[in-house]
């Protein structure tokens, strides 16, 4: 057990009974692909309300390029992709919970379609691309290069006409409510309405990820990590919270924000060169450009490092240009933009960070270690990706996981038969005299920090220093009560980046997305073992398990 550094279990004070309720059977906390998908399957049992902190269709999921991986042709089979996914899991995967989303997700796809979602075609049949990792071509697509707008777009549609589900937009989620050991509901904050009180008889956690933490990621600036840390300060366990996998190939335009540049490029058959033209992924493994994202990551640093670069590129000069620009008419304009003619010229990358594989433990369906909550997709961590997560198997997942955290929470509820009521509950937070920090100041110097120590190559020394400076950070404001998003959402990314520092220094391997270069080897004894964090009476409490 670790002490903490003045540890509060709610970040705003409130009483309950000075703010309005509203109720509600199941509350769905997100509006990403498992979020939406929870919602409309818990919509069968009973009311549901779906909140989220900008707009519906402000999402990681939207963000998605390269498709959904599913097995929807004879020539491939579900053993095959749970075999990839095994394989590039490096050992920490649970089978089961893969076992799942691979046989169940070919239903969802075709759910997806009946709902309106319009994939990519050849005559009647979908056209299917590789990416790395993948045995066979199982990659369901839409419009070239905007596979989660159109999943996002089809899932929203779908929403607004259900019934007894209603969508509640920027809404901040500051807490999660308990009461006799149980998840209650939220407390909320909305621009327009301020705090209010949210009551569920089931609330389901899917808030997204974290890549805002970085200084270099393919994320909005939504993904902060908000879902993760109210989780941790709820006691509830989270696990893998130093599994983050950063994406190789993001476009490099000094002074840009970075853009994801899909792994469907390279599995059209785009080469990795450097300034020189030479193509250096056949150095670094055997399937060169289509090897997992780690691998693809860690050799694009590795030249960068050797050359003094601050990118590689992405050579698409000798494929079809015409096909090309029709595969991927987003990326192509986003070249344009820039002056970048794909015809003509290479597209400048390097890697971001892009997907947080840690996240709330749950189990086989759902459930959290916090009785009333359920989590899914990015916000958990079900064992699906284990240490690396196979490329488009994210989109599937949410999907999966989205219905069965919608149906558990849903029939859970529907068989409550006590009258949902509010509970007397308030929370006193004083005021703190201590010296203020500058927020704007904290929040990119973090990002700056975590890029540097907890990015793609780590070491126990650096890991150290960044637990130190985390912990000075939130000694001096997660002391403090704010009253907007920006504060809480500071608090909210110092506590998960400390818990994914504290968690990379705990495992002393490389396995994965995780690197340390003072621990080059992956440890066999390790296999199947988990970093858990929990908060256990205002300590730290990490275990392996």
Known sequence: MTELYNTRRYLTKFDVHRLPSLFTDILVIGSGVAGLRAAIEASRYGSVLLV????????????????????????????????????VGCGLCDRTAVDRIVREGP??????????????????????????????????????????????????????????????????????????????????????????????????????????LYRETTNPEIATGDGHAMAWRAGVALRDMEMVQFHPTTLYVAGASRALI????????????????????????????LAPRDVVSRAILTEMARQDATCMYLDVRHLNIEKFRKRFPGITRL?????????????????AAHYMIGGVVVDHETRTSLPGLWACGEAASSGVHGANRLASNSLLEGLVFGAVAGRNAGEAAASEKCPLKPVPLSSHVERSNRTMLDLSDVHNSLRSLMWRNVGIERSGPRLVETVEIISFWCRYIL?????????????NMLSVAHLMATSALAREESRGVHARSDFPETNPALDNKHVVVQMRDGKLDLRME
């Open 52 to 87: 989220t902190k900008g707009r519906v269709d402000d999402s990681n999921t939207a963000w998605a390029q390269g498709g959904i991986a599913a097995v929807m042709e004879p020539g491939d089979s579900v053993e095959s992709h749970l075999e990839d996914t095994l394989r």
């Open 107 to 212: 239903g969802r796809i075709r759910e997806l379609i009946e709902w309106g979602a319009i994939f990519d075609r050849r005559g009647q049949n979908l056209l299917l691309g590789l990416e790395g990792g993948h045995s066979a071509p199982r990659i369901v697509h839409a419009l070239g290069d905007a596979t989660g707008r159109e999943i996002s777009d089809a899932l929203i549609r779908v929403a607004r006409v259900t019934n007894h589900l209603r969508i509640f937009e920027d809404c901040f989620v500051v807490d999660l409510i308990e009461a006799e050991g149980r998840c209650v509901g939220v407390i909320t904050y909305h621009r327009h309405y301020g705090h209010q009180v949210f009551w569920a008889r089931q609330t389901i956690l899917a808030t997204g990820g974290c890549g805002q």
């Open 479 to 491: 002391d403090k009560l704010f009253d907007d998003r920006q504060g809480w959402e500071t608090q």
């Open 335 to 351: 070249c344009e933009e820039f002056d970048i003619d794909v015809e003509t010229d290479r597209i400048p990358v390097r890697p």
């Open 262 to 289: 899909s792994e469907a490029v390279r599995g059209h058959g785009a080469h990795l060169v450097d300034k020189s033209g030479r193509r250096f992924m056949p150095e670094y493994h055997p399937d060169a450009e």
